[in-house]
């Protein structure tokens, strides 16, 4: 590899790492996205967001290109005892100097209407848009694999 090539690829993998660090208080943890098969029209991402800031923030917003949309879900449980999914429009308060899980039968990133299957190892570019520290870019690896236990295991 040529000293330019490298110099090129280091720049790309500190920008990564900056994006993250965005707003200069929030931090992305642990993210990965799946779905649940090749021919799946919806997948999810999941991470944990740390805010390392002295002041509350709030996860209002997602965008990526990989879906015709993208929410912020989490799960509730109706008067059957049945869990469903619905949108948080309001988003998820990560307090300051603390952290909050988006995880598998919890709060999560939902993709609907993915435009191609989500593969193995592949990333996907997201941007999480925070009240207070704006657009904070984040690059999610694909792990199809991954055995997460969710909210309902202990």
């Known amino acids: 590899m040529s000293f330019k090539s490298t110099l090129l690829a280091t720049l790309a993998a500190a920008s990564l790492v900056t994006a993250a660090f965005a707003g200069g208080e929030i931090k992305v943890d642990d993210a990965y996205a799946r779905s649940s098969g090749a021919n799946a029209k919806a ?23 990989v879906a015709a949309r993208v929410e912020l879900h989490t799960h509730k449980i109706d008067e059957n005892g049945v869990a469903k999914m619905v949108h948080v429009e309001e988003g998820f308060v990560i307090p300051a100097g603390e952290s909050h899980m988006l995880k598998r039968g919890g709060d999560h990133v939902m993709f609907m209407g993915l435009k191609q299957p989500f593969e193995q190892d592949a ?28 909210a309902h295991s202990h």
Do not use: C, H
């Open 43 to 65: 997948g999810a991402a999941f991470m944990m967001i740390v805010n390392q800031g002295e002041a509350e923030d709030r996860l209002i917003g997602v965008t990526s290109d």
């Open 123 to 150: 990333t996907v570019p997201v941007t999480l848009i925070f009240e207070q520290a704006g657009e904070v870019q984040v690059e999610i690896p694909v792990d199809l694999e991954r055995k997460d236990a969710g």
